[in-house]
């Protein structure tokens, strides 16, 4: 290790180090005696070291201060390390790392405390690790061919000795194969070989480079191979070689690649890796190549093809001779090629467009529309795209029209109704096609509106329709022909009925006569006349021109008037006839029992059985007979001056005028009662017990006689006593009346609402009823109260029967100990209303976690030799456990026509003979290894240029082929 330098020390000027004392005499009559010594302060004197010594880059370096100071009062240490004037740290030992290498200068001052400082500069090295770089030549050797090394392009800061360069040339990780900046060595068998380098310069540091070096077998020569396109070319057409598949161990050069393109022997028509040429003459050919490596040993591939011979186009015409409209039809079975024609091989040209595009097929067939000489072609292609065109003529002659006649049933159809037409009656010297009938059905001059022989119309208005029939025979001539077909008219039809708006009692029934009226253009029939009343569908129920029906319910009634006439025509006319019911009158008075000018309220609670009708009131209280005396469902009404029985009445009447009259009397005393009651407890629950007390009064100087309970709103006052009790057994709003009655004739009736609480609903949701052994559970309280809110929600979470675990809407607990446990939610209303809700949580035993399936052993290896244009895999095999099963699969060029294979282990290394090929740039092979309950395993090899095959390495899910991580 090297010495650190010397110090440069820097020292502020400062007294000796060494205590100055100095006598100073003191002076007396006669006398001079020695008096005091005086002491002078000394500055302190410092120095500091550092490890290492020589530090590497960003590595902590400790400094330890050293300072001798005869008064012992230093106050400060402080150090610089950028030397930039500022310090960076204090103290007697600090620690410090430098981002960059190079020579670094530390400044340490120290202070006493009479601020006597000395200063310290050392000067230190942060050493840069070496750069390690070799080149080696040949950069392709062979077998047993001396290898140059050179490491001189090394770099370091500093020299680094020849002992500073390690080789490992076998690629064991062991740099220990030779040493210094330059070295040579060869081996003895093909293959990439992994060659590093380890450079350690003066102060330890080291670094790291290596290469691969791939050493080429002994010169086997060349391989020729060669590819062509396309496989069978026609006459004239480039065809195009390709010779790059060929191989060598050496480079090869273009000058290397020498053919033979016409067949004759000589290797003297093109130089080259990619000639090209075409043939004047089909039949088949012969191609060499002939490939010289660098050392002259030659190789020769040849391929034999064939140059495809056109095709012969022939074809038949059927008849030979046709009339205009006739198909015609052809037929190209007599074209033949050397090779077996396709089925895309055939084009037509039929309407002499010089367009081949009239038909596909080996048959065609067509129509002519005028007469003359008509040219058709057929061209044939074959499978190699070579073509030969037949050409024929067709003779067309003219062509007779065809005789058009038509008619129909029946003879006067009905609106609407079906009119069957019929084409037979037509003719022409040929059968007519099915599709040479087309119909005019709606007299608008245009054909079309249907096809065939036999058709069907309908019209929709009366009257007379034209209907006509186009005839085109087989050969396109057509011939027209118009018909009259009267349409009867349908007849009218319409009815009135009396009462316009019949009206019936609650039970009883209204009658309704029905008038009828009918008209048509021909007499109409003796039973031209039905009609349906009761709306079952039936038009049974009278003939004539008036009927009667009776309707024992209300509402809405269809009522139907059909009219046929002597044609079968129909109408029918609806109409709907509403029947009502008379509403019930009714209306309350209070008070019961009105005093002397007591105001009263009179409302009417008359109902109406007829839907959406409204009903307009009207009151007569005076009962002088006239309702004028206010109107509206209530009405307010001024006491009456005289005591005494009054009659009051009321008057309904609904929409359709339907009247119902109410009458009700009552009677004005001058003294009455008045009556009061109280009930407990004031909100009770369903079939609790409510007792009734009586709090009325009597008027002055009088006194109660009686007193009647009416508490189910349904019996009346039939339970006498100053006290009643009731039990209600639902919920809700339930009313109860007291009336009572005093010695002077005075009776007066009270009225109150009990309110019965309907008890709340406790209700919790939980996690889980089945936890395990340690977990959590949470509760949640979905209790609702249907008539109020809730005051509180508690719960026993513990099974103690006490509500005293927790509060509110959640709760949780965590149970330790397995079996039932019961937890209970209570629920109380705003009225003290309470209800439980209990479950059950039984607490298991937590499983085991299932054992991690185990990983099946299994190695893929691979031997491979790269090459520029391909890799070949020198071995292939995978090593598995018994009963293992290998499945290996190939895609991409040079994959064998076999693309899978599985085989099962015997517990030996399987050998992928299949594999062990040349295989091109982007091939790429899979590998998977599976056994029963065990993780598998997937290994991916891909092919690339000059370079060993990259290689992927995952597990599988068990029994599967799922690529999953591998378990650490």
């Known amino acids: 290790m090297k010495k650190p330098p010397a110090p440069i020390v820097r020292r502020q000027a400062h007294l000796s180090l060494a205590t100055a004392k100095l006598l100073v005499p003191v002076i007396t009559a006669g006398t001079i005696l020695l008096a005091s010594q005086l002491v002078m302060a000394a500055a302190p004197e410092a120095d500091f070291g550092f490890t290492p010594t020589v530090a590497a880059v960003n590595q902590q370096i400790s400094f330890d201060a050293t300072v001798q100071d005869p008064d012992d009062d230093v106050v400060s240490i402080e150090w610089d390390f950028d030397n930039d004037g500022s310090f960076d740290a204090t103290g007697g030992n600090v ?394 008219a349908a007849p009218t039809a319409d009815f009135t009925f009396t009462p316009a708006s019949p009206s019936r009692t609650g039970t009883g029934t209204a009658t309704v006569t029905y008038n009828g009226t009918a008209q048509d253009d021909l007499a109409l029939p003796a039973a031209a006349l039905a009609w349906d009343t009761d709306n079952d569908g039936q038009f049974d129920d009278g003939t004539t021109n008036q009927v009667t029906a009776t309707y024992a319910t209300s509402g809405a009634k269809i009522v139907r008037f059909r009219v046929t006439d002597s044609g079968g025509s129909v109408t029918t006319v609806q109409k ?18 009105p005093r002397l000018n007591e105001a009263m309220t009179l409302r009417s609670t008359s109902t109406d059985a007829d839907a959406g009708q409204a009903l307009t009131v009207t009151w007569d209280t005076d009962n002088d007979g006239q309702f004028d005396d206010g109107t509206g469902a209530t009405l307010a009404r001024a006491g009456y001056t005289s005591v005494g029985e009054k009659v009051m009445r009321m008057r309904v009447v609904d929409t359709l005028g339907a009247t119902a009259i109410r009458e009700r009397r009552v009677t004005v005393q001058d003294r009455l009662p008045t009556a009061g009651l109280t009930w407990s407890p004031a909100v009770p629950l369903p079939g ?41 057994r639902t919920a809700g709003r339930h009313t109860v009346e007291v009336k009572v009655s005093e010695d002077s004739g005075g009776v007066d009736i009270e009225s109150a609402v009990v309110v019965v609480n309907a008890a709340p609903t406790a209700l919790m949701r939980f996690s889980s009823s089945q936890p395990y052994a340690g977990d959590t559970v949470n509760f949640a309280s979905v209790s609702r109260d249907s008539d109020g809110n809730l005051t509180s929600e508690t719960w026993d979470l513990d099974g103690d029967g006490q509500y005293d675990d927790a509060t509110g809407k959640l709760a949780s607990r965590r149970f330790t100990t397995l079996g039932a446990h019961t937890v209970r939610l209570r629920a109380v209303d ?15 035993e937590r499983p085991k976690p299932a054992p991690e399936p185990e990983q099946l052993d299994a190695v893929v290896r691979i031997s491979s030799v790269p090459g520029k244009s391909f890799t070949r895999i020198s071995r292939l095999g995978v090593r598995a456990g018994k009963g293992a099963m290998v499945r290996a699969s190939c895609k991409g060029k040079g994959c064998p026509a076999k693309r899978a294979s599985s085989t099962r282990s015997r517990g030996k290394a399987v050998r992928l003979r299949w594999l062990e090929r040349r295989l091109w740039p982007g091939t790429r092979i899979r590998i998977y290894v599976t056994a029963k309950g065990k993780v598998g395993s997937y290994t991916s090899l891909l092919i690339r240029r000059a370079k060993s095959p990259s290689r992927l390495d995952r597990c599988l899910s068990p029994g599967t082929t799922k690529t999953i991580r591998c378990p650490r």
């Not at 003529?393 to 037409?421: G, K």
């Not at 705003?830 to 298991?844: K, L, M």
């Open 576 to 593: 709907t006839v509403t029947v009502n019911t008379i509403p019930v009158a009714d209306f309350t008075i209070t008070p019961q029992t």
């Open 830 to 844: 705003n009225h003290g209303a309470g209800s439980v809700h209990a479950v059950t949580i039984n607490v298991r």
């Open 688 to 728: 609790q017990t409510v007792t009734f007390r009586s709090t009325s009064t009597p008027s002055q100087g009088a006194s109660i006689t009686a007193t009647e309970w009416n508490l189910d709103a349904i019996s009346g006052f039939e339970r006498p006593g100053i006290t009643a009790t009731a039990v209600f």
């Open 95 to 488: 620690q410090h790392s430098f981002g960059s290498s190079g020579s670094k200068t530390v400044r340490m001052v120290v202070t006493d405390a009479a601020s006597e400082t000395d200063e310290v500069v050392h000067a230190l090295r942060v050493n840069a690790p070496p750069g390690a770089a070799f080149e080696f030549s040949p950069s392709n050797p062979s077998v047993n061919q001396s290898i140059a090394f050179d490491a001189r392009g090394t770099t370091d800061d500093a020299a680094i000795g020849a002992g500073g360069f390690d080789w490992d040339l076998d690629g064991d990780g062991a740099y220990d194969d030779g040493s210094g900046a330059q070295l040579s060595h060869s081996y003895a068998t093909p293959g990439t070989r992994t060659v590093g380098l380890r450079v350690t310069d003066s102060d330890g540091e080291t670094s790291f480079a290596s290469h691969s070096v791939q050493v080429a077998a002994l010169n086997a020569g060349p391989t020729a191979a060669f590819s062509f396109g396309p496989s069978r070319p026609n006459v004239g057409q480039t065809v195009s070689f390709d010779g790059s598949e060929s191989d060598d161990d050496g480079p090869l050069l273009p000058t290397s690649y020498a053919w033979d393109l016409d067949g004759d022997g000589a290797f003297d028509d093109a130089l080259g890796v990619t000639p090209s040429t075409s043939y004047s003459s089909s039949g088949p050919k012969t191609v060499s190549l002939r490939v010289t490596d660098a050392l002259g040993v030659t190789d020769t591939a040849s391929h034999s093809f064939t140059v495809n011979p056109p095709p012969n186009a022939s074809f038949s015409v059927s008849p030979a001779s046709a009339d205009v409209g006739d198909p015609v039809s052809f037929d190209a079975a007599a074209s033949s090629d050397d090779l077996p024609l396709p089925a895309n091989a055939y084009a037509w040209d039929l309407d002499n467009d010089g367009a081949f595009d009239d038909g596909t097929a080996q048959t065609a067939s067509t129509t002519f529309s005028t007469p003359g000489g008509k040219t058709v072609r057929l061209r044939v292609t074959d499978s190699g795209g070579s073509t030969d065109i037949a050409t024929q003529t067709v003779s067309v002659a003219a062509n007779p029209a065809p005789v058009a006649a038509f008619s129909f049933t029946p003879a006067r159809p009905n609106i609407a109704q079906a009119v069957a037409l019929t084409g037979a009656g037509s003719s022409d010297d040929e059968p007519i096609p099915a599709g040479g009938y087309s119909w005019d059905t709606n007299g608008d001059g245009v054909y079309g509106d249907v096809t065939g022989v036999t058709t069907s119309t309908s019209f929709a208005t009366a009257g007379a329709k034209t209907v006509g029939l186009r005839v085109t025979d087989a050969d396109g001539a057509m011939t027209s022909t118009t018909q009259v077909i009267t349409v009867n």
